[in-house]
């Protein structure tokens, strides 16, 4: 037997395993024990087990039915083999019944543990990867992990049961997409992760400086990684392919060599970000196609693409965007004389000294909807299709600092350059790089730490020392989406037939053409890669009427009723109510005979209804007659 396909295993930087003591780290799916692998101890740690002689069988009294499913990890004993062994039967209080022959005699003082994490960084890296079958997955937790030794994991999976290596946030399945919440593998100077065939790799970051920082073998899949190789010898990868590799979403930097390199056949690349390297691609296969789809690839100083055996497969180069510098850096994109029936399309070819070169006259090879601009020389040996372009593609944000006769200094590792504008430029620590172009210090890329001020970058490596004769460039913004100029330009457009009509844009990343208007977003909402910020004053529910929907909830503002507002006029949502309130109640009778005589009033009424009777005479005192005064006698 061995270890069963269904077996799911854990890794975490806070597991409690030591080199030589490490834990089951595993648990087959579907089992009738407990998962003990999703902590950072073993359930068990177990010493004094026994064996009548060889076989699959430890004696033990500590033997528990919940250990079933189990990864057990066989640290030492007499006629005891150490490794990983599946739990698949036990009699509790009694014996322990694994996978496949744990010992080769009769066994005396075994030492073994049950569950709990596995722990990298010790010089069983490579036992452990090497122990995975296929159809196991490794799901490892966030952090750190400085590996112990080169990892050759030569063992495989199969077309319908692949090796999965999956990293995580905090819970299983959670797919982290930000760098910073990826787990991270530190190869260190060792020859790097060396995968076997069948395998996949998922949410990891993976940094390096060997020949190689990772080794895709046949038929293997990197999908939402990143892999960076920051040493300073030349030629050296950040990932490396062998036939049917496949890489989605990928990002791969290599401060002296290429973000992908290979030479076998039948080869994807779709959607990565490849940039701040000598090279960006570089393949020397000489047979079958190499795809490369949907992929940015930007500041490399040799170059971003290079095809440099003879091949004739119908290699196809789609909706990518190739750019050099704003001062012309390098070759675009470099194919060798013999490289045949490559097909272009939809790319962007910007800021090269050359655009495309081939090493020889080809007819077979073809170029349509490209755009080609600010380019020294757009095509060598290359023919421009009839609808590419010399269109400028007006990215969303991408420029370039420029310095000229900057200062290096090893301790600390800075570059300094008097009357530089390093932070007001876009400068940003921990996403932009420095190429440094001269002599006079070590030409190369370099990961920038901090923007001290406007003056001074500290870099991740010694950039050699000088005074006053260093130049160096830095690609900032970083946003490749494109302008109007080159949307809707490229292919497919009108379809044969005449009833579909498409309208792509030329480049990796198409314009959005569906973000709302800042006045239609929350106000201080950021939104659209953080282009665009929000306007929208939201009222209060307080402030909006009982029942009515506002953001994501309903008003609680009770409104008047209708006996309330006065009759006739209208009010409330979309002025749906009328009020009725005549007033009646507050227009009391002041008596017609207190009202001046033909004065027309109200009384409990909305109308005139009533007509005062008093009679007012002029001049009089109270209580006389208007024209009655004193009599005169005689």
């Known amino acids: 037997m061995a270890l069963a396909s269904g077996i799911a295993w854990e890794v975490r930087t806070t597991s409690t395993a030591t080199v030589g003591n490490m834990s089951g780290g595993g648990f087959k799916a579907g089992a009738s024990g407990s998962d003990f692998s999703q902590q950072d101890s073993p359930q068990y740690a177990l010493t004094g087990g026994t064996s009548a002689g060889a076989g699959a069988i430890i004696l033990h009294a500590s033997a528990a039915s919940d250990m079933v499913g189990n990864v057990l990890y066989l640290v030492s004993g007499t006629n005891a083999t150490a490794g990983w062994y599946e739990i698949t039967a036990v009699s509790a209080g009694v014996s322990i019944t694994v996978d496949r022959n744990c010992t080769t005699g009769v066994g005396a003082s075994i030492v073994f543990n049950v569950g709990g994490a ?25 952090g750190t992990y400085t590996l112990g030794e080169a990892v050759a994991a030569g063992n495989a999976g199969t077309l319908t049961s692949v090796i999965k290596l999956v990293g995580y946030n905090s819970s299983r399945g959670d797919n982290p997409t930000a760098a910073a919440n990826k787990p991270t593998f530190n190869n260190g100077s060792f020859t790097g992760f060396t995968t076997g065939a069948f395998w996949e790799l998922y949410n990891l970051n993976v940094t390096g400086t060997a020949a190689s920082t990772f080794t895709l073998a046949a ?117 060798a004389a013999g ?97 440094i172009t001269s002599t006079g210090g070590t030409a190369g890329i370099y990961g920038i730490v901090s923007v001290d001020s406007e003056t001074q970058l500290t870099l991740d490596l010694a950039p050699g020392a000088s005074s006053g004769n260093v130049s160096a460039q830095i690609t900032v913004g970083r946003n490749f989406g494109i302008g109007t100029n080159l949307q809707g330009l490229g292919t497919p457009g009108a379809f044969q037939g005449g009833y579909t009509t498409g309208y792509n844009d030329i480049g990796a990343a198409d314009r959005r053409i569906d973000v709302p208007a800042v006045g239609n977003v929350r106000s201080g909402t950021s939104y659209d890669n953080s282009l665009k910020t929000g306007t929208l004053a939201v009222p209060s529910v307080a402030n909006v009427l009982l029942g009515v929907a506002v953001d994501a909830t309903t008003g609680t503002y009770t409104g008047p009723a209708t006996t309330d507002v006065k009759v006739g006029v209208t009010y409330g949502a979309s002025l749906g109510s009328t009020g009725t309130y005549n007033g009646s109640d507050r227009w009391t009778d002041p008596g017609e005979s207190n009202v001046r005589s033909g004065t027309a009033y109200k009384a409990n009424s909305t109308t005139n209804n009533k007509t005062g009777t008093l009679s007012v005479t002029g001049g009089g005192g109270s209580g006389k007659s208007a024209g009655l005064g004193p009599s005169k006698l005689g």
Request: one cysteine or more.
């Open 339 to 435: 490289v045949a029936s490559v097909k272009m399309a939809n790319c962007i070819v910007y800021g090269f000294t050359t655009g495309v070169t081939h090493g020889a006259a080809n007819t077979s090879n073809y170029d349509n909807y490209n755009a080609f601009n600010n380019n020294t020389t757009n095509a060598t040996n290359w023919t421009l299709g009839p609808s590419s372009v010399t269109t400028a593609p007006g990215f969303t944000s991408v420029s370039q600092v420029v310095v000229t006769t900057a200062t290096t200094a090893n301790a600390p590792n800075t570059l300094t350059k008097a009357g530089a504008t390093f932070i007001t430029s876009g400068v940003v620590a921990g996403r932009d790089y420095v190429n």
């Open 118 to 142: 596995i722990a990298l960084g010790t010089t069983l890296d490579s036992d452990f990867f090497g122990a995975v079958v296929a159809g196991n997955t490794v799901h490892v937790k966030s």
């Open 219 to 335: 038929d293997c899949k990197a999908i939402n990684c990143k892999f960076i190789n920051t040493s300073t010898t030349t030629s050296r990868n950040a990932l490396s392919y062998s036939t049917n590799s496949f890489m989605e979403n990928c990002e791969m930097i290599s401060y002296r060599g290429m973000g992908i390199n290979g030479s076998s056949s039948h080869v994807m690349i779709t959607g990565c970000y490849v940039h701040d390297c000598a090279q960006g691609i570089n393949h020397t296969g000489t047979a079958n196609p190499i795809h490369i789809i949907g992929t940015i690839v930007e500041s490399c100083s040799t170059g971003a693409v290079k095809l440099t055996a003879s091949m004739t497969s119908n290699s196809q180069i789609r909706n990518c965007t190739f750019y050099g510098g704003e001062n012309k850096t390098g070759v675009g994109l470099n194919f």
